[in-house]
């Protein structure tokens, strides 16, 4: 077990019993380690104690971000802020392939891939020579590989790295100044692009819904659609679906697993909180 399924594990345990408030010593002793391993561990982690951790991935801080954050469309518009809260918002770029490309399944198009770590379990980054095409959770490269030749059954998959792979594989190093644009070249409808693009717009620490969504869209009715496109995102992480939640402030489900979702959710509050400290 690596140090994110350690950590996964321990914050699964945690909301299932968060009704009792478990402390240190319940949580370690869950996943087999010393209170004082989990601790460090844990701030090696996230940055921050498992206490403060917690406090941020737990459903009231979830109802707490939708009562007080500003509307997406306020957001979208904003200037003048600084730091990671605007970090999707400075360097990632959606481009829509054209209709030959969508229709094709990508016949002739060059994907190279690279599998790298995360905090959250290894990344497989997929990219064409436009940008990057797919990012999604794995456990295994083999695994990863048969996603991407699902996704794109006729292009030319190839293992390597460019630019833009290398761009995203640093990400996690936390060195998020002056980063360089990335450029996103997606297979996806004119509607799943444009929830795509409103997705960039959440700021980090921040959570919203899908009728927040629909709305920013000008399709207020489409929730149950919008839910759709943002269960077929193709870039996680960067594409931060993790934010959308159910309006009751329920996390929800995720592509690449609930406990995954909680997980990101409370690491990026927790960035949030460094900065705001």
Not at 76 to 87: K, N, P, Q
Not at 164 to 182: H, T
Not at 236 to 244: D, S
């Amino acid at each position: 077990m690596n140090d994110y399924q350690r950590i996964a594990t321990a914050i699964e345990f945690i909301h299932s019993k968060f009704p009792d408030q478990p402390n240190l010593e319940n949580v370690a002793a869950h996943i087999h380690l010393s209170p004082f391993h989990f601790q460090r561990m844990f701030r090696e982690w996230a940055g921050v104690s498992p206490k403060k951790f917690l406090q941020y991935i737990s459903i009231r801080h979830a109802k707490y971000l939708l009562e007080k954050k500003h509307s997406l469309a306020d957001t979208a518009y904003e200037t003048g802020l600084s730091g990671t809260s605007r970090l999707h918002d400075l360097f990632v770029t959606i481009e829509g392939m054209t209709p030959g490309e969508f229709k094709n399944g990508a016949e002739r198009l060059s994907i190279q891939y690279s599998v790298t770590a995360s905090p959250f379990g290894k990344i497989l980054i997929g990219s064409t020579p436009k940008g990057i095409c797919n990012i999604f959770f794995c456990e295994t490269e083999s695994q990863g590989i048969a996603e991407l030749k699902d996704k794109w059954p006729n292009a030319n998959i190839s293992k390597g790295r460019n630019e833009q792979i290398n761009v995203v594989s640093s990400f996690f190093k936390e060195d998020w100044d002056n980063l360089p644009k990335v450029k996103l070249h997606l297979k996806g409808t004119g509607f799943q692009l444009k929830v795509w693009e409103a997705l960039l717009k959440i700021q980090l620490g921040e959570l919203t819904t899908y009728a927040d969504i629909a709305s920013v869209i000008h399709h207020p009715r489409s929730f149950r659609a919008v839910g759709t496109a943002i269960g077929s995102n193709p870039v996680a992480f960067l594409i931060p679906c993790h934010r959308v939640i159910k309006a009751t402030g329920i996390i929800g489900e995720y592509n690449w697993g609930t406990t995954r979702k909680k997980a990101i959710i409370g690491w990026e509050s927790s960035r949030q909180l460094g900065e705001a400290i």
